[in-house]
């Protein structure tokens, strides 16, 4: 591997610092002045994003000019201990570039779209100030030029991600789901913290360029343990098995939020962290084999829960987790196919985005409303909402020559590519998901928009405003046209991070596997149309046990319960009858043996003179008689 | 007989009254018990006195007559002042200092 | 001679001791076991008098002198009178109310004495009577020497203290009059209020009707008297005739 160097930054790029201070001050802004910015307060957070947006642009152009195409930034010295020296440090380099301009483009287009979406909501202000947070903290993330702020960053969003999902506090059915996808973000926060310092450990610096030289040095059971480590975190973050629960439930957050969090950034972090530790990862094979796994199980997890789920938020969220097992599947492959998995990653952003604003239109319109039984009929009454939604479903089943053809084909022919049995095993989970993905999508926009109307009796649905299908229109076009504009320019961009690969082939030549995932996709949609053009039942139907496995999130919840929340609780009530009885059993017991005690000497004191005059004259005896002793000595 | 003989009486003298006050239980006698202990002491005072022919124990004596005196004197009075209150010369029935 | 007395006690002293000793005992174990506490004291008064004797028989003849005229003269009879006014009815009785108290000071009285008599005769072995203190000068003046000079000081105190146990002791007995005592214009008005006869009240026997002891007296306005009734004499059912008024020579019939 080669000596890994950042150069300085010179020019434009040193102002790499701005890219975060933009939305952080807008966030600050926001929430400092309070309610007198209600009514200037959202144009002020769109306004931030877009001007980071911009200078990310014109930064990125900077970058591409260089030869050493990085840019590191030291802005201060954030901890010196001893040997220790961890700085607060930025690094512009190609892989946060791409990541950068997603960020902040994206994440612009659905400012926008909330500024419409959140019109009647009374805390539109907080939202935005919330939405600038959570923006400000993932560039600090992809930003960061070291492990540790890298990790500020990671907490940063866990922090936002909180604030919005549990937005509307009132709905307790919101604060719960705050609640779980922080501690279970806390829960696999543990594995980055050990990888940090089995790197200070092992490596003594957090840098990255001082962490992927001295990587080689490493034991290959230290490699093995930091993959794991940051795996375990990076699963958590991107809601992968076993750590997939609370992204389903973070969908009663506003719309916006689920579709820039949720789908095109924050969960994409895990695929960024194990990106960026390509060094690591390629040291130990058995990590990267363990990643592949995870990301198969999770992309046909997802799928098949999918399958079963009648809300469109939660269908959509499932196929997040699923997409993202793609992703981690790619990265986990390494070579060739790290590239191949931000590829997936940023056109998975524009897709997924544009899905999930389509469907908070489609819930404006029928008052808010989430249940796709209710559905049916939309597309005469909303056809921009229409047909950028559909532009997002043939771009995530990937047919030819939409965005997902570019990105997901191949993955699947780099899964196939693998030797042995792991390759035909990952291929063809890959294939399976794929066929899946077409049919749950497929159904999906099917009972929406078509078939018969089974509309409750209080909507009345109707077209979204402008400000709304703006960006909906925006995201639809890249989302078509992303994959085949990014595939070859944003993989010769990134070899300088992941380094040159060639492109071998296993099981399958490329050809054979595009041809098969065609088919299955083909067939997965066709066979979706056949059973729900006709729509569904009004109200959930007693259906097999697979369905049944399915709608219960395949035990997922169960798990939880009984792994976790059971032994926790048993944990708190015994240390809750240790401290009742044990602690405070041995206080009380003192002040018990301490009563007694004195109520059983108080008996001494009778009242009677004589008993008195008794002790004083025994006193008296024992007196002389030790006198006696001494003298007769 | 040497003058240890009175010491030996005194020293018995001494030990009866001591019994006396924790037996009886009119405080007058327990009272009249506690003056026998102080004439025990004089006793011996005496004795050394004479043993050893200097005429301080005598003295010492006096004084402890002189002091006794005024302490019967007081006691007195405060027996009959409890007496006067509670009806009752008895020892034991003063008994309220109890835990 | 004197040089020879001085060297051991005379028979004389022996067989007083020896005589007087057991008196003092005695006397002694009266006092603890004596029943009426009249007869302790009297025990008591024994007990000093043989002291008083031993006193004398030691050479110290004042002290002898002051012990029977200070202590059992004045302090007994001190005893004895407030004895008779408040403890001669309060006999002691035999039953011990306090559990193990007897048993307890018998044996530490037992141990006490052995372990002064065991003390006293490993201590004080071949004690000799020494020479006069004061030669040529008697007891008194000695003391008396010795009492204004070296001691003057305590002597001094005592006195004090004396003083201070006399008018202590008078504090004790005065009883305070509870209020004002009353003039004579607030006694005649109590007197003339309504509701209260202002007459005196009529000696014994006055209204009596009957020569019985039975018969209960009149108050002036002709109920019983409840007082009059001895609850050891048991009222008899009087006869018509016993329990009809009977005139008094110019009252009018009822």
Known sequence: MDEVTYAPATGLLSWTWLLIALPAAGAAILLLTGRRSDRWGHWLGVATVGGAFALALAMFSGLSGLDNKTAATDLFTFISVGELDIQASLLLDPLSGVFTLLITGVGFLIHVYAVGYMAED??????????????????????????????IGWEGVGLASYLLIAFWQAKPSAATAGKKAFLTNRVADVGFLLAMFVMIGAVGSLDFAEVFNGAGELSDGMALALGLLLLAA??????????????PDAMEGPTPVSALIHAATMVTAGVYLIARSNPIFNLNETAQTVVVAIGALTLLFGAIVGCAKDDIKRVLAWSTVSQIGYMFLAVGLGGGAYALGIIHLLAH????????????????AMNDQTDIRRFGGLWRVMPWTYATFAAGWVAIIGLFPFSGYFSKDPIIAAAFAREGWE????????LLGAALTAFYMTRLFVLTFHGPKRWTDDVHPHESPAIMTGPLVLLGLGSLAAGGLMATPVAEWLVPVFGEHEEHHGHLTHMQATIATTAVVILGAALAILLFRGGTDEVPRAAAWPVRLARADLGGEAVNRGLFERPGRVAAGASVAVDARGVDGIVNGLSAAVGGTSRRLGRLQTGFVRSYALSILSGAVIVVAALMVVVIQ | MSPEHYLILSAALFTIGAIGVMVRRNSIVVFMCIELMLNAGNLALVTFSRTTGTIDGQIMAFFVMAVAAAEVVIGLAIIMAIYRSRRSASVDDANLLKA | MIAELAQTASTGETVAFWILAPLAVGGAIGLVLARSAIHAALMLALTMVTLAVFYIMQSAPFLGFVQIMVYTGAIMMLFLFVLMLFGRDSRDSMFETLRGQRFLAALLGVGLAALLTSGLAHAVTGLTVAGDPAPGQGNVPAIAEELFTTYIFPFEV??????????????FAHVSRRGEARSQKESSRERF???????????????????????????PD?????????????????TAVEAAPKPTEGREER
Not at chain 1, 423 to 430: F, I, L, M
Not at chain 3, 222 to 238: D, H, I, K
């Open chain 1, 423 to 430: 390759g035909w095993v990952a291929g063809g989970a890959a």
């Open chain 3, 222 to 238: 002709g109920t019983t008297a409840a007082e009059s009734l001895s609850e050891y004499v048991p009222p008899r059912q009087l």
């Open chain 1, 349 to 364: 952003g524009f897709f997924k985005a544009g899905l999930f604003l389509g469907s908070g239109s489609v819930m404006h």
């Open chain 1, 122 to 151: 009374d805390d539109r202000r907080k939202f935005f100030a919330y939405f600038n947070l959570f923006v400000a903290a993932m560039l600090i993330l992809v930003l960061g030029g070291n492990y540790f702020m890298t990790f």
């Open chain 1, 234 to 247: 990076a699963c958590g973050k991107s809601g992968q098995w076993p750590f997939q629960t609370w992204l």
């Open chain 3, 193 to 219: 209020a309504p509701g209260n006869y202002p007459g005196p009240k009529p000696g014994p026997g006055v209204f009596a009707t009957s020569d019985s002891t039975a018969t209960p007296a009149l108050l």
């Open chain 3, 158 to 171: 005592v006195s004090g203290v004396l003083t201070v146990a006399a008018v202590g002791a008078l504090m």
